[in-house]
């Protein structure tokens, strides 16, 4: 097992917290783990930024407070999505000397924004339902862990203050989490084939515009690479981190 931990971002769906997005991901992995809630999410629904970026920055220097505070000086990033993602992007641009390499999935929070905020407008558990289902490629693979996600993260969308923090993270400007052509760590780029949330080519263009940007495209996986695929997950993360 590496000494460098790698620290897990998880995803930016509603009512989502570490432990329900990393769950069946942390035991398979070859290093130290650290996942956190990040702001706005689980047990750390806060408000006050506001927009993509905002946020991205926001949880940034949340992560960035975590590792000084556990003595940690240098690890490896895992982001997932549009919160993970993003705030991964936004670590390695304030703080690039804190970071040896990262992988991002699903785009990072760099393709454009939803046309409607998911879950809220119709917040019951067919909806919540529904919404984790467009994560994977095919639902009827997943059909009791989708149940059970189901129903945890409905109780978690609808703890006070989180609608509003989720709502406000679509707000304002939908530009990129950090600046990145100025990104200098090497970074994977995974997205899969059949993701139904954002089409692989946000990861391509992503990829694209980081000066050691590598794309990675999982067959048969949706948004979700991790469930749909977890070998694969497990075999391209460990490649990449410990090359």
Same mark, same amino acid.
């Given at each position: 097992?590496?000494?460098?931990?790698?620290?897990?971002?998880?995803?930016?769906?509603?009512?989502?917290?570490?432990?329900?997005?990393?769950?069946?991901?942390? #035991?398979?992995?070859?290093?130290?783990?650290?996942?956190?809630?990040?702001?706005?999410?689980?047990?750390?629904?806060?408000?006050?930024?506001?927009?993509?970026? *905002?946020?991205?920055?926001?949880?940034?220097?949340?992560?960035?407070?975590?590792?000084?505070?556990?003595?940690?000086?240098?690890?490896?990033?895992?982001?997932?999505?549009?919160?993970?993602?993003?705030?991964?992007?936004?670590?390695?641009?304030? #703080?690039?000397?804190?970071?040896?390499?990262?992988?991002?999935?699903?785009?990072?929070?760099?393709?454009?924004?939803?046309?409607?905020?998911?879950?809220?407008? *119709?917040?019951?558990?067919?909806?919540?339902?529904?919404?984790?289902?467009?994560?994977?490629?095919? *639902?009827?693979?997943?059909?009791?862990?989708?149940?059970?996600?189901?129903?945890?993260?409905?109780?978690?969308?609808?703890?006070?203050?989180?609608?509003? #923090?989720?709502?406000?993270?679509? #707000?304002?400007?939908?530009?990129?989490?950090?600046?990145?052509?100025?990104?200098?760590?090497?970074?994977?780029?995974?997205?899969?084939?059949?993701?139904?949330?954002?089409?692989?080519?946000?990861? *391509?263009?992503?990829?694209?515009?980081?000066?050691?940007?590598?794309?990675?495209?999982?067959?048969?996986?949706?948004?979700?690479?991790?469930?749909?695929?977890?070998?694969?997950?497990?075999?391209?993360?460990?490649?990449?981190?410990?090359?």
């Amino acid at each position: 097992m590496s000494d460098v931990p790698l620290v897990l971002l998880h995803g930016g769906g509603p009512g989502v917290d570490a432990v329900s997005n990393w769950a069946a991901t942390i #035991a398979r992995l070859p290093f130290r783990c650290i996942a956190p809630d990040l702001l706005g999410f689980g047990t750390r629904i806060t408000e006050g930024p506001r927009g993509p970026r *905002e946020w991205a920055e926001a949880r940034a220097q949340q992560v960035l407070a975590l590792l000084d505070r556990d003595g940690v000086e240098k690890a490896n990033l895992v982001g997932n999505s549009a919160a993970g993602g993003a705030a991964a992007l936004a670590l390695l641009a304030a #703080a690039p000397h804190r970071f040896g390499r990262a992988v991002v999935m699903g785009g990072a929070g760099t393709g454009p924004l939803p046309v409607r905020v998911p879950f809220y407008d *119709e917040p019951t558990r067919e909806s919540m339902r529904a919404t984790l289902g467009r994560l994977v490629a095919d *639902e009827s693979a997943h059909r009791d862990l989708l149940d059970d996600l189901a129903g945890l993260r409905l109780d978690q969308a609808l703890r006070p203050g989180a609608e509003e #923090a989720f709502r406000s993270m679509f #707000a304002g400007d939908p530009g990129p989490p950090a600046d990145l052509t100025a990104i200098t760590t090497p970074v994977l780029a995974l997205h899969g084939e059949r993701d139904r949330v954002s089409p692989a080519e946000v990861s *391509e263009r992503l990829a694209a515009a980081l000066p050691h940007g590598r794309l990675g495209v999982v067959a048969g996986a949706g948004h979700w690479i991790h469930v749909d695929r977890p070998d694969e997950f497990r075999r391209l993360v460990g490649e990449f981190i410990s090359a």
